[in-house]
């Protein structure tokens, strides 16, 4: 979809690299720029957001490191950056600089407090983005405390909502000639979905019912299953509860579908009672048989398969027993070293910017950019640049 398209990459960290990962997979070619010298180690994070791109190590501390990163980004339809504010203007890779050069750019800012306000120039991360939309205030334990998600729904959020507004941004320039300067926020998203969760009659529900959802309701909870895993039950609608019912043969507990845990203790002892009877494997092939919103809870410590990932033909998500396996097979490592940061580097200043091998040799004496495909480099750490998102 975005074939044609050329994406010079400046990001740190998730959400920009989510970002530039997602116009990737949709065509784009993206340009990943590395800091040279390397001071980052590296990790299964970093080679994921080098997944689909090819990757250029500059030094930007230095004029010339700097002046062939203006170039390569004065070339491409969109740069992305997610450094504090004023990190890219004193660079020289701001936006105001690049307009210039070429003035239908689209330049997309993804921090976690925005390019204003009274935080924008703040450091953070993913808790502290949750934290100020509200959102961990959404997700509380039973005692009442904000819950700490495992994922990082800040950073995902933020990458996808990027990815959203360069391509709304495509789409019009393609119509106008018009470039754009975009200004996203970690929490303004987040915010967005807090404010929206509150508001009366939320898809269709009264406000403040899926607050009570969370409290626990007979017909919308987890339960644990005879192996020590759990399955989600999500059967809001009377004939999903009422499929349910009739299938374990326990029609007596129709008319208690919206029922709250605690106000029917008796009710929810024997349902747990129930699941804990059968296998989470067995209760989710119940679910995929009868029409019941009854669903396995995938775990990330398995390296198994879920029936979703085989049944829609796509490569299974790393689990994390994956990731503490020790060694690496060799399509791993071969896949690993086909995304270490600055493997394309010459090649890149070859073609886009018709460096020849001299000045090239005279950049890596010069410490501007690494020999060769800097492979063996790439293994040390890089970077001081402040560049939280």
């Not at 090819?54 to 070339?75: C, D, I, K, M, V």
């Not at 997700?139 to 990458?159: C, Q, Y």
């Not at 029917?264 to 059968?278: G, I, M, P, Q, S």
């Not at 200043?349 to 690494?370: D, H, M, N, T």
């Amino acid at each position: 979809m975005l074939s044609g398209t050329t994406v010079v990459d400046f990001t740190r960290y998730l959400p920009g690299s989510y970002c530039t990962l997602r116009l990737a997979e949709m065509g784009a070619e993206v340009i990943k720029i590395e800091a040279y010298p390397f001071v980052e180690p590296w990790s299964w994070a970093r080679q994921h957001s080098g997944l689909n791109k090819r990757s250029a190590a500059l030094n930007l501390h230095t004029a010339a490191g700097r002046e062939l990163a203006f170039a390569l980004a004065a070339q491409a339809d969109v740069v992305v950056e997610s450094f504090r504010p004023g990190v890219m203007r004193h660079l020289g890779l701001d936006y105001a600089s690049l307009v210039e050069a070429k003035p239908d750019l689209i330049y997309c800012s993804l921090t976690g407090y925005g390019q204003s306000g009274s935080m924008y120039q703040l450091g953070g991360h993913d808790l502290n983005y949750q934290a100020v939309s509200g959102f961990l205030a959404a997700n509380r334990d039973s005692e009442g405390r904000p819950v700490i998600p495992e994922i990082p729904l800040a950073g995902f959020a933020a990458g996808l909502y990027a990815a959203e507004q360069i391509c709304a941004a495509l789409v019009r320039k393609e119509r106008t000639g018009q470039g754009a300067n975009l200004d996203v926020a970690a929490v303004d998203i987040l915010a967005s979905w807090t404010r929206l969760h509150g508001e009366p009659g939320f898809a269709g529900l009264e406000q403040g019912m899926l607050r009570e959802f969370a409290g626990g309701l007979l017909n919308y909870n987890v339960y644990e299953t005879a192996d020590g895993r759990f399955v989600a039950l999500a059967a809001l609608e009377e004939k999903y509860w009422h499929n349910f019912c009739h299938a374990v043969g326990r029609e007596d507990w129709e008319d208690c579908i919206g029922q709250r845990v605690l106000d029917a203790a008796d009710v929810y002892e024997e349902l747990k009672a129930l699941f804990l009877t059968r296998t989470q494997v067995e209760w989710n092939e119940l679910g995929m048989e009868v029409d019941c919103c009854l669903t396995a809870v995938e775990e990330l410590d398995t390296e198994l398969p879920s029936l979703y990932d085989t049944s829609r033909e796509r490569p299974a998500p790393i689990r994390r027993r994956d990731r503490r396996q020790e060694g690496q097979s060799e399509q791993r490592a071969a896949a690993a070293a086909a995304v270490l940061p600055g493997r394309d580097t010459h090649d890149l200043l070859r073609s886009k910017l018709s460096i020849s091998a001299e000045q090239l040799r005279r950049y890596v004496k010069s410490g501007i950019i690494p020999e060769g495909d800097g492979h063996d480099e790439a293994t040390e750490r890089g970077n001081r640049i402040d560049s939280t998102y």
